[in-house]
Nanobody, 119 residues
């Protein structure tokens, strides 16, 4: 099974930017859907952004991050990025990378990386 490792989290002021990276133990394109999720303290995990190359290239975003976050694939075909701009304090959460073989759920998860946005 694929293993996922996130990096790039940290502390940033409101309005700033961060880029998260997700490195998979194998190539992901054409086999896995990839996604980013986040979980804030006391809240449920929520979808942030997704990317797939199956049946055509497509990205999706949560309404709360549209226009500010961009999900993309790196030149290395086992890396996915989440570029986060115009960060807000409400973006503070642990961010998780996920991979899905099926079309209805994500089966594999990374350990998470903390993003903290100060006001």
């Amino acid at each position: 099974q694929v293993q996922l490792v996130e990096s790039g989290g940290g502390l940033v002021q409101a309005g700033g930017s961060l880029r998260l990276s997700c490195t998979a133990s194998e190539r992901t394109e054409n086999r896995y859907r990839m996604g980013w999720f986040r979980q804030a303290p006391g809240k449920e995990r929520e979808f942030v952004a997704g990317i797939t190359w199956r049946s055509g290239f497509r990205t999706t975003y949560a309404d709360s991050v549209k226009g500010r976050f961009t999900i993309s694939r790196g030149n290395a075909e086992n890396t996915v990025y989440l570029q986060m701009n115009s960060l807000k304090p409400e973006d503070t959460a642990v961010y998780y990378c996920a991979a899905g073989l099926s079309s209805v759920r994500y089966e594999f998860w990374g350990q998470g990386t903390q993003v903290t946005v100060s006001s």
